[in-house]
């Protein structure tokens, strides 16, 4: 219901904006600023109020609409990821046509084309070093703001030796932690170094030195309180993401840095194992199930996972061409449970079977295999190669240190979604999977930039 009001929402005010785009091209400019005003909330509110965000990627998208119209123009971003978008769109829109519940699939596959769009809506309308600069800088600030919240909540919820888990600001205590890896990206590769390439001298100044040393030191607090973060979460998605991604970083800027952080990191994971024996055993759960069981008392909760991924498999098996539908494995599952799900026995009463999750795999990569078949699938895994790769591409010919970071920034927060759709993401989530592309299309409007 409340993915139709929005898109009902987004219908009737782009119909109105059409219109007076229609009759009143000279509100061109109107358009552009309120379009980039929508951008900007979302920058703002993703890592503190979902709610708003989504407000703001609506206003967005609508407004571009209107903008495009009004300068009479119905061309749309070129960028390097159109084709594999355009192509797993169009097979998450060709899934309606055999799904096996048109409301779970309205209601995903409406999430994933509306996250879309605001790609191009980001795409195009942030054409300006100084437009692209000015996102980054308030989802830095939103971000920071989430971090210290997030540090106070796990102290008051004595998160580090309890089963309890922080949520952040947002109320979401798998999202969350992923968030904060993407903040920790931005951080890194914004603010803290440079990429200067082999031979390039950095001017120096006490007006350049005093704030850079300030910046350092409060940006450096802020990484230790984020990393704090992540481990009061005990997200195994982000803390997944979170290593490869500062070690490709890392090595960016030099390969001694690179074994600095490294021994750094193994000491910061040696010291939360010590302190943290819930930490511990879920990291550890992940290559022996019973580890969380035994220590907790509770539920081997990798063992539903590693359940569902096979149900998600046998389901592909049996659909390999089309899936069951976007957004329909649920639907599915509930009414064949018995294609692959062990059912467990509750660990206090020792008698009532229950399961631990039914509504999805837990695994944005079986359930795209799923849901989509092998072509929605292999479509995806090429937008998310070309994620890496053109970034990778640009960090490695461009001169211009201001597209170096952005591809940076780009690379690590790809790596850091990867990992988080292997476990907690999809792309119908709205606190994931749009802010991933946000970030794509920060990469995609800096890329079509001639001299940034």
Sequence with gaps: MLVLIKIISIIFSA???ITLAVKKPELKSFFEKAGIFGIFLFALFIPLKDGFAVFGMVTAVIF???YKIAGRDISIAKTDFNVPLFLYLGLVLASFAWTYNILDSFNEGGEIVYFALFFFAAAGLLNTKKRINFMVYTFTFSVCIAIIYGFFQGIYINALHSSGRLTGPIGNWVGFPVQVSYGLV???SYYMLDFKRKGESLSASLTGIIPGVVSAVFFGFIMILGFLDIAFAKARSAWL???PAIFVLMYFKSKKLFFIVLALIIVLNIGIFSVSKTFKS?????FNPKIYRLELK???????HIALIESAWAVFKRYPLTGVGVGAFSKYFDEHKGVRFPWYKNPKTGSKLYDLYDNWPENGYMQALAETGIFGFFALMWLFFLGLKKPFKLFKDSGDKFKRKISAMTVGTSIIFYASFAGVSNMSNDELANLWLFFLALFAAVNS???A
Excluded: K, P, T, Y
Excluded at 298 to 304: A, F, L, Y
């Design 298 to 304: 509770n539920h081997g909760d990798i063992e539903s």
């Design 15 to 17: 119909a109105v904006l």
């Design 449 to 451: 930039i001639q001299d």
């Design 64 to 66: 571009f609409i209107a």
């Design 282 to 286: 879920r990291i550890f759960s992940m």
């Design 186 to 188: 931005v951080i890194i």
């Design 241 to 243: 993401g979170i290593i």
